[in-house]
């Protein structure tokens, strides 16, 4: 892997410029200035309709997510599409303000970041926490958005607020070794609270073409009933990091007793919001919405790299069609 960088001068825009190969896939890695904070993006060029791929809960471009398996997929949408791949404040070069993680304010860091780069509309592309915040803005800053791509309805980590349903996602938050302990907590429960407007109002309506993936096996409106009934719960947990001693030693003992696993599946059952994530979404988006079942491929049983191939001409056609 080659890296080029050269810092360019400008009133709004800080660049750091480096060039990734590997094969005939590049991107450059930027970091845009806007004031009091800096954000990374990685930009995979392209012409037309701005293509912004929403940041979930991992970095794909460094450290212990980095998956090269993206790349080629952007890189195929940059031939039709103007493609760029932001990094949320708190990851990678972005700015750390310690704060800041909930969806509210990065979704704002995002538009801010379209502001730096003269970007007016965009399409937008995501899944788990990204889809959050492409719901956040559709919903505050409809005037940005062209058209949204789901991979899965938005996610609400807590259907309910009951004390086992909270301790269960504060404990299995940290799993993931995105960051130490501390910030790991911290970055996922800031999004615990949030919700989607047409989730408490049957009025609410979005007037924005959209396209969504809805896999049966995979898609997790409810991330706590997934884990308990994939039993990917009991594989995440000897694949932790030892700094979570306490969080492993509850997530153990839970899986091994059987009476509590299954009152807390019940709780977390109760409380589902699914059902009524599925019907907010027709009902909000109506004639919008655009819904392709995945059935012939399988994330975890097909390569990943084909299973985001087979998604490229759904998304170029429904992108093309908004642009026409």
Excluded at 203 to 213: G, H, K, M, S, V
Excluded at 228 to 240: A, D, H, V, Y
Aim: proline share 4%; charged share 25%.
């Amino acid at each position: 892997m080659n890296a080029v960088k050269s810092l360019l001068s400008g009133i709004l825009l800080l660049i750091s410029l480096s060039i990734f190969s590997q094969g005939s896939v590049y991107y450059k890695s930027k970091i845009a200035d806007l004031g009091d904070i800096k954000l990374q993006y990685m930009d995979f060029g392209g012409e037309g309709p701005a293509l912004i791929w929403m940041q979930d809960f991992h970095n794909y471009f460094d450290g212990r997510y980095r998956d090269t398996t993206y790349y080629p997929i952007f890189k195929e949408l940059a031939k039709d599409f103007r493609v760029l791949a932001p990094i949320r404040r708190g990851y990678g070069e972005s700015t750390d303000t310690g704060w800041g993680y909930d969806v509210a304010t990065q979704s704002t860091d995002l538009l801010r970041l379209m502001d730096a780069l003269g970007i007016e509309k965009a399409v937008m592309y995501g899944r788990s926490a990204a889809s959050q915040d492409m719901t956040w803005i559709a919903e505050h800053h409809p005037e940005r958005v062209s058209g949204l791509i789901y991979d899965g309805n938005p996610i609400v980590l807590a259907g309910c607020y009951e004390r086992a349903v909270l301790e269960f996602v504060e404990n299995w938050s940290v799993l993931a070794p995105d960051f130490e302990k501390k910030k790991q907590k911290l970055v996922m429960l800031s999004r615990l609270y949030w919700r989607p407007h047409f989730l408490n109002d049957p009025e609410y309506r979005i007037d924005i073409p959209a396209l969504r993936f809805i896999d049966p096996k995979y898609n997790w409106p409810n991330p706590n009933l997934g884990l308990i009934e994939t039993g990917l719960l009991n594989k995440w947990i000897p694949e932790s990091t030892p700094d979570r001693k306490e969080e492993i030693a509850y997530l153990e003992e839970l899986v091994k007793d059987t009476l509590r696993l299954k009152e807390l599946h019940q709780t977390v059952k109760r409380c589902d919001k699914s059902a009524a994530i599925e019907n907010g979404m027709r009902r909000a988006f109506g004639n919008n919405l655009q819904t392709v079942h995945v059935s012939e491929m399988d994330i975890y049983e097909d390569s990943l790299q084909d299973y985001l191939k087979w998604r490229i001409e759904y998304m170029r056609s429904f992108i093309k069609k908004i642009r026409d």
